[in-house]
């Protein structure tokens, strides 16, 4: 493992000196390899970096968790995620700022086993959950079920075990990220079921470090690079799935980046919407006892939104409130 770190270490300082000679900045960015991002895979892909003068590094991360804390580390510059870790990162008053939403997820849901389909969380009274603990779709089924009155056992279990639980028959149902639902899709054939969650939907932000906050003319040109990659993503979605598929690899097919494409909103962004799901979650961390620091107010969350790299290249993409 060292020896990796002091290899990737190693790669990056020659990189960044080849970068130097060319006249460009390199800044390195963590990101999961999924397809909840196809503007990072478009302006790879594409080579619009070098039209903002950087030389981007993108290092893969099993997990947003792991990326934000690479990031908090001072190992990135910049980290893609859902909205959760910085959640918790700024009631713990982590250095970092939030700069922008860059997708959205609006198709969550609950999977389970069988010949039918559940008739809603309902049918889930009594039963076992599996779902990773202190997560957004923890927060997203335990919302879910106070809202509809449903009293259920959630259990903790990691990402990598819950189909295997599912299948198993140790739990009734799994909470997991959208990452897993072709698995589950798969490996459960005909008995894969589902409920729907229409209530939530959850961000993908891009995170910077202390250094990279306290630049805003580099977040503005990496948000610019992004920004022509969304442009490209518009204009044609076909073409941009097979550059995502590309850039992935095997993390995900081109077939299941297609069949999910509809359920995400690609568009970079700050605004209220996501401030206020920020909050939601901060007070449910709070009330449940998983993270005992910070107030979890608005006025508090608003401090790590840096909005003027967004609002300096197209000020209607932050509607965030005064």
């Not at 910049?78 to 959205?104: D, H």
């Not at 609006?106 to 076992?128: E, H, M, Q, V």
């Not at 979605?237 to 081109?254: C, D, F, I, K, N």
């Amino acid at each position: 493992m060292k020896q990796s770190i002091r290899l990737l270490a190693t790669t990056l300082l020659l990189a960044a000196g080849q970068a130097f000679a060319q006249g460009l900045t390199t800044v390195t960015i963590g990101w999961g390899a999924y397809p909840d991002v196809p503007q990072l895979a478009q302006a790879s892909d594409k080579g619009l970096w070098a039209g903002e003068k950087i030389d981007a590094k993108i290092i893969p991360f099993a997990s947003g968790r792991q990326g934000f804390e690479a990031l908090i580390g001072g190992q990135l510059d910049y980290a893609i995620m859902a909205e959760f870790p910085a959640v918790t990162g700024v009631m713990r008053n982590q250095k970092f700022s939030v700069v922008a939403v860059l997708s959205q997820y609006k198709s969550f849901r609950l999977i389970t086993k069988g010949d039918t389909a559940p008739a809603g969380l309902a049918a889930l009274a009594g039963k076992k959950i599996a779902m990773p603990l202190g997560t957004n779709v923890h927060f997203a089924i335990a919302t879910a079920l106070e809202k509809a009155g449903v009293n259920a056992e959630l259990v903790n279990v990691p990402p990598s075990e819950m189909i295997p639980a599912l299948t198993r028959g140790d739990v009734d149902a799994i909470m997991s990220f959208p990452s897993g639902y072709q698995k589950a899709k798969s490996v459960l054939g005909a008995q894969y079921q589902e409920v729907r969650m229409p209530d939530y939907s959850s961000s993908f932000v891009l995170a910077a470090s202390e250094k990279a906050t306290a630049n805003p003319a580099l977040t503005q040109r990496v948000l610019a690079a992004l920004l022509k990659g969304e442009a490209l993503v518009k204009a044609n979605a076909a073409e941009s799935q097979e550059a995502t598929a590309r850039y992935v690899g095997s993390a995900t097919t081109l077939e299941a980046i297609r069949a999910a494409w509809p359920e995400y909103e690609y568009r970079i962004k700050l605004d209220q919407a996501m401030l206020d799901t920020m909050v939601k979650e901060g007070q449910w961390l709070r009330a449940k006892g998983l993270i005992k620091e910070g107030d979890p107010t608005p006025a508090l969350y608003r401090k790590w939104l840096a909005d003027a790299p967004l609002k300096a290249l197209d000020p209607s993409r932050v509607t965030l409130a005064p």
